[in-house]
């Protein structure tokens, strides 16, 4: 009578357990994604703010897209930026321009692009030490340009010199 009582004891504690087992094998699952596609917003982002015409894409990085374009394909042929595994050059520029342009913070700009703040302040600098080599190429000295004969120069009393030609 003894095993009896106990093979009941025993069947009531496992009935429930089996039940329980066979029901999430049953149970149809759906695997988590992600909320986003992050790398979908990116580039949403990016070409939001360059194809949404001349007007935005100044408003948003003071520059027009034509002048963004070629931009990058300066400082790509001159081997001062390069593609990333996982930042785009225009990405990159964007990035830089927007944080120059609208005085926004590192935090708000990672935000946007799903990075870490880290990583923004990382291409900033890279970006940054880009475009001063390149100050040689864009910035001509006023004697190259205009002849010193033809220069008038008006000065005030604090000492500003305004150069007229």
Do not use: W
């Not at 003071?62 to 593609?83: E, G, H, I, N, Q």
């Not at 225009?90 to 342009?101: A, C, N, S, Y």
């Amino acid at each position: 009578m003894d095993s009896k009582i106990i093979h009941a004891t025993c069947m009531r504690a496992v009935v429930p357990v089996i039940t329980t087992i066979e029901q999430e094998r049953n149970r149809i699952y759906i695997p988590k994604e992600p909320r986003i596609n992050i790398i979908a917003q990116q580039e949403f982002y990016i070409d939001n703010i360059l194809n949404r015409g001349d007007r935005y894409c100044v408003e948003q990085i003071r520059m027009k897209p034509a002048v963004l374009y070629k931009l990058c394909d300066v400082l790509t042929s001159r081997d001062l930026l390069r593609l990333t595994q996982n930042v785009s050059i225009r990405e990159q520029i964007i990035v830089v321009l927007q944080i120059i342009g609208q005085n926004q913070r590192f935090r708000f700009i990672s935000g946007i692009y799903y990075r870490s703040i880290e990583t923004i302040h990382h291409y900033f600098r890279i970006v940054l030490k880009a475009v001063f080599k390149l100050y040689k190429h864009l910035i001509k000295d006023l004697d190259d340009i205009v002849p010193a004969n033809s220069i008038l120069i008006l000065r005030y009393e604090n000492n500003t010199n305004i150069f007229i030609h």
